[in-house]
């Protein structure tokens, strides 16, 4: 039986390969741009609001910070103990164009020890569960150049 892929949170994201992009809004009164998307009022407390539409947002960005996690999530999340889980890198990008910082885990393979603040990276989607009916997609965050 094959897995139906679901977004973890639907419209936050779009596309696969090349074309896979987070997905955030801009005011049309002050220009401002929100990740995650905002669909009811422009969060800008300087402007008096506008119209938001969905933008694409910027594909690559520099690493502003980074760390890795290395506890088990609590609940909400997928806590069951009989399930792998991993440490993982995650990674704080300020985007290219709308220097917006974005949190988001590095790629599978990608660890602390492959960052350094500044350098460039790029969005790509990934994988955050697989149950046995669902895979469960969200973004990664991949040093550009590397494949994975």
Not at 3 to 12: E, H, I, K, L, N
Not at 66 to 81: E, F, G, K, L
Not at 111 to 127: C, F, K, Q, S
Request: hydrophobic letters at 35%; glycine letters at 8%; aromatic letters at 10%.
């Amino acid at each position: 039986m094959s897995r139906s892929r679901t977004p973890v949170v639907a419209g936050w994201f779009t596309g696969d390969g090349n074309d896979f992009r987070l997905l955030g809004t801009r005011c049309s009164a002050c220009t401002s741009v929100f990740f995650p998307r905002e669909d009811a009022f422009c969060r800008n407390p300087g402007c008096a609001g506008g119209e938001l539409a969905e933008v694409p947002l910027s594909s690559r960005g520099r690493v502003w910070s980074y760390t890795d996690s290395r506890y088990r999530p609590p609940s909400p999340y997928v806590t069951d103990p009989e399930l792998s889980w991993k440490p993982y890198a995650l990674i704080a990008v300020e985007l290219e164009s709308e220097r917006l910082v974005v949190l988001g885990q590095a790629a599978p393979g990608i660890t602390v020890a492959d960052l350094t603040v500044g350098m460039e990276v790029e969005v790509v989607p990934g994988v955050l569960h697989e149950d046995t009916e669902t895979t469960w997609t969200t973004w990664h965050w991949r040093p550009t150049g590397v494949t994975t």
